[in-house]
């Protein structure tokens, strides 16, 4: 059973970082790609950035340039570093694995205050 345990988010100010952590229960390199979203009140889920096995990363437009994803293969753990965080950036944040089937964390809120 793969397992994934999001960390990191808390409260903060606009302007400030974060850094939410997924770990994943067994090998980092069973997954095709991983990736964060995030599902703000009131809104349907929204991709946010994605990193594939070899290292490839994508972002949404919305957070290009201030987010920035990673990956630990040795500690079967994928990152995102929050910087200049804005009001908009507040949500549940969702950690996503994809083999051939998606696996989803149960999430870790930030919440970016004005």
């Known amino acids: 059973q793969v397992q994934l345990a999001e960390s990191g988010g808390g409260l903060v100010q606009a302007g400030g970082s974060l850094r939410l952590s997924c770990a994943v229960s067994g090998s980092i390199f069973m997954f095709n790609a991983m990736g964060w979203y995030r599902r703000a009140p009131g809104k349907q889920r929204e991709w946010v950035a994605l990193i594939t096995s070899t290292g490839t990363t994508n972002y949404a437009d919305s957070v290009k340039g201030r987010f920035t994803i990673s990956r630990d293969n040795a500690k079967n753990t994928v990152y995102l570093q929050m910087n200049n965080l804005k009001p908009e950036d507040t949500g549940v944040y969702l950690c996503?694995?994809?083999?051939?089937?998606?696996?989803w964390g149960q999430g870790t809120q930030v919440t970016v205050s004005s």
């Open positions: 996503n694995a994809q083999a051939g089937l998606n696996f």
